[in-house]
């Protein structure tokens, strides 16, 4: 895949679909690398016009790993100081890649963390943007969206030691957060852990952007000057970024549309595709180009 040298550092990513199409950007979430965008779903989009791009964030697959190691337990006490970089400087790299792929003015979609960071992106360089989608995210106001105890502890586990343990590790988290409705096979989820490990395992990035997460102020009045077209996508049974923190970004920005999809967690089942992608599709449609 290619590299990009950007804002200082190396974004690897991937594009897809005709060049001449609209372009639209995936922004992935909290230790997740391009590859977490399911090829059948970008394969989708591409389909319906688009030429999709996605990159690996800083700290996570094949872009540059930083250093450092940040005091979670600090950050999680509402304490910022250990944090290596902020959702700012992770949204500084989308946008940096834009401008190394000559692409003016996109869409943007994020998933998560990713979400945060697309939220990030339209609050600091709105000229960039025609359309947004945030799935499975939060403003940052810590009073909205947090996690039940079994997800933080899915997500806060000790490091794995092996890649048994590893592929292990990542299953039984998925099978924590995804979406009770929708729910993925063993063997699904092995082949996505498998995956992911060996093209990168990287748990203390996943440690640095958490810390980013928790270090990055509340962007709640910054969401309120968004004009543009955006989507807000959560499930009602996400138990990592639970439902309070979708409402509250739609409520956020002006006129945003909210779809909350019953049964989903916080995973894109195959099963929502085209229903994500069409709510996708049509949100891109009311941008002024």
């Not at 099978?175 to 990168?200: C, F, H, M, N, Q």
């Amino acid at each position: 895949m290619p590299i990009a040298t950007v804002n200082g550092i190396e974004i690897c990513f991937e594009t897809q679909g005709r060049p001449s199409d609209p372009p639209v950007l995936l922004v992935m979430g909290l230790g997740a690398q391009l590859i977490t965008w399911p090829d059948g779903f970008v394969d989708m989009l591409a389909a319906r016009g688009f030429y999709v791009v996605r990159y690996d964030n800083r700290d996570s697959g094949r872009s540059t790993k930083f250093d450092g190691m940040p005091d979670i337990a600090a950050l999680l006490a509402g304490e910022t100081g250990s944090a290596v970089y902020t959702i700012e400087d992770m949204a500084a790299d989308g946008v940096a890649l834009l401008g190394h792929l000559g692409l003016d003015r996109v869409h943007v979609v994020g998933a998560s963390m990713g979400g945060m960071i697309t939220q990030a992106m339209v609050i600091h360089y709105p000229g960039r943007f025609l359309s947004a989608c945030s799935i499975m995210s939060t403003t940052g106001d810590r009073s909205v969206g947090a996690p039940t105890g079994e997800a933080l502890s899915a997500l806060l586990r000790p490091m794995a030691q092996s890649r048994d343990e590893a592929v292990a590790a990542a299953m039984e988290a998925s099978a924590v957060i995804g979406s009770p409705k929708y729910p993925a096979d063993a063997d699904t989820l092995r082949a996505r852990a498998e995956a992911a490990y060996d093209r990168s395992y990287a748990p203390l990035g996943t440690a640095r952007q958490l810390a980013a997460i928790l270090g990055s102020p509340d962007r709640t009045a910054g969401l309120g000057g968004v004009t543009m077209p955006f989507l807000v996508i959560h499930g009602d049974a996400d138990p990592l970024v639970t439902p309070s923190g979708g409402r509250a970004t739609a409520d956020a920005v002006p006129g945003a549309t909210l779809l909350m999809i019953p049964g989903m967690g916080h995973d894109l089942p195959e099963a929502l595709w085209e229903e994500i992608v069409s709510a996708v599709v049509a949100n891109t449609a009311l941008a002024s180009v």
